[in-house]
C-alpha cells in the first residue's frame, strides 16, 4: 500500500458529462502528480502541484483542470466528457520538489465514458 | 520535448537474467528512474541513477550513461512475479524540470 488514496476506484459516465476524481497524497508528501494512462499505453503526465501551487503542466486538456487544496488533497476535474477520455487515471505523491524524490502512485481510477 | 524508447515486449524464462534498455532524449537532464507496473497496478519506484553507475537494489540493479542518454535496468533471478511493465521515465523539459515524462513501458513476461 502506497499510502496515497484514490477515490472512486471506478467510474461509468456518459459523453459531455463532468466528473471529479479525488486523491489524497501520503502523510507528509507535499507533491501530488496526475497521470493518463490508456489501454495499453504509457502514463501521460498531466500536472502537478506542490503545497498547493501548480508547478509543472504536460499535455492537460483545456477540459480538464485539477488544483490542490489546502489540507494537501487534490482534485481532477474533467468535463464535456469524449469517449477518448475513457482511461485509467492515477495520482503520485512525493515528498518534496527534487529531482530525485521517487513518485509513490495511487490505485488509480478507471473512468469508462459510453 | 522529451522522448523514451524503450523495447515494447521481452520474455525470459525463470532464474535468468534480463536487461531492459531506455535510450532517452531531453533538454535538461535530471536523472533516470524506473518503475514496475503489473496489469492494471499502480506503478511502484524500483530505481534513480541521477549520476554514471550501477545502482544496485537486491536483485534490481539500473545503470545509467548521460554521455550516451541511455540507461538499463537489469534484472537478475527472474521469478514468475517479475512479469509485469516496466518504465524508465525521465525529469527534464524545457519548461520545468520537475516533469517526470515515462517510456511507453517494456512487458516482460517471465516463463517457467
Known amino acids: 500500500d502506497s499510502g496515497v488514496t484514490q477515490t472512486p476506484k471506478h467510474l461509468i459516465t456518459a459523453t459531455g458529462q463532468r466528473v471529479t476524481l479525488r486523491c489524497s497524497p501520503r502523510s507528509g508528501d507535499l507533491s501530488v502528480y496526475w497521470y493518463q494512462q490508456s489501454l495499453d499505453q504509457g502514463l501521460q503526465f498531466l500536472i502537478q502541484y506542490y503545497n498547493g501551487e501548480e508547478r509543472a503542466k504536460g499535455n492537460i486538456l483545456e477540459r480538464f483542470s485539477a488544483q490542490q487544496f489546502p489540507d494537501l488533497h487534490s482534485e481532477l476535474n474533467l468535463s464535456s466528457l469524449e469517449l477518448g477520455d475513457s482511461a485509467l487515471y492515477f495520482c503520485?505523491?512525493?515528498?518534496?520538489?527534487?529531482?530525485?524524490?521517487?513518485?509513490?502512485f495511487g490505485n488509480g481510477t478507471r473512468l469508462t465514458v459510453t | 520535448g522529451q522522448s523514451l524508447e524503450q523495447p515494447s515486449e521481452v520474455t525470459a524464462v525463470e532464474g535468468a537474467i534480463v536487461q531492459i534498455n531506455c535510450t532517452y532524449q531531453t533538454s535538461g537532464f535530471y536523472g533516470l528512474s524506473w518503475y514496475q507496473q503489473h496489469d492494471g497496478g499502480a506503478p511502484t519506484f524500483l530505481s534513480y541513477?541521477?549520476?554514471?553507475g550501477l545502482e544496485e537494489t537486491g536483485r534490481f540493479s539500473s545503470f545509467l550513461s548521460r554521455s550516451d542518454s541511455y540507461g538499463y535496468l537489469l534484472l537478475q533471478e527472474l521469478q514468475m512475479k517479475d512479469s509485469a511493465s516496466y518504465f524508465c521515465a525521465v525529469r527534464g523539459n524545457p519548461g520545468s524540470a520537475r516533469q517526470l515524462t515515462f517510456g511507453s513501458g517494456t512487458q516482460l513476461t517471465v516463463l517457467p
Open positions: 503520485a505523491s512525493s515528498v518534496g520538489d527534487s529531482y530525485n524524490s521517487p513518485l509513490h
Open positions: 541513477n541521477g549520476l554514471d
